[in-house]
């Protein structure tokens, strides 16, 4: 167990629908990470939450949005969903890297919610 | 902007030494990660360099240049349980496509 929770762990859906995909932090961190990985294809990193406040922003489509809340959980929501959704979805938290500069972080990672759309 | 290079794949026998490169371009460098992912599961911490030079770890190694925009993972006496994909994080946030190692008998 990493300490990072992700919810659901799997999730079927059709086409059209919005779901939305819960992530609670290690205990202690206050960055969270949010990141999409299709079948056999990279991490693609979708954004970031430090202590509630968006941080970084990556590939992440408009029909996406994220949150964190006020005890450091995270919500991704997905709405009009389409085929090319299917994938799993990963969320991770992160500390800071041992002798590292300010913002080197190591990230840790739930199990990840698979997400199938038919 | 960040661009990410590692090779797609690499295969290697049971007890041999495999290298897996990464070069990158990036701005704001802080140091380089190297993850694992078995298939189907979560990316797991390996190594962090910050600095130039060779970070070892066990039967992992990690290599950096920060000049030459250049890292590699050193992976000695493998087994077949090291077959999984590598995956390379300038910075730490945004991952090159791995490279996937199969470990051969």
Sequence with gaps: DSGVTQTPKHLITATGQRVTLRCSPRSGDLSVYWYQQSLDQGLQFLIQYYNGEERAKGNILERFSAQQFPDLHSELNLSSLELGDSALYFCASSAPASGGPSGANVLTFGAGSRLTVL | ?105
């Design chain 2, 1 to 105: 902007g960040q661009n990410i290079d590692q090779p797609t794949e690499m295969t290697a026998t049971e007890g041999a030494i495999v290298q897996i490169n990464c070069t990158y371009q990036t701005s704001g460098f802080n140091g380089l990660f190297w993850y694992q992912q078995h298939a189907g599961e979560a990316p797991t911490f390996l190594s962090y360099n910050v600095l130039d030079g060779l970070e070892e770890k066990g039967r992992f190694s990690s290599f950096l240049s920060r000049s030459k925009g250049y890292s590699y993972l050193l992976l000695k006496e493998l087994q077949m349980k090291d077959s999984a994909s590598y995956l390379c994080a300038p910075r730490g946030v945004r991952f090159g496509a791995g490279t996937r190692l199969t470990v051969k008998p």
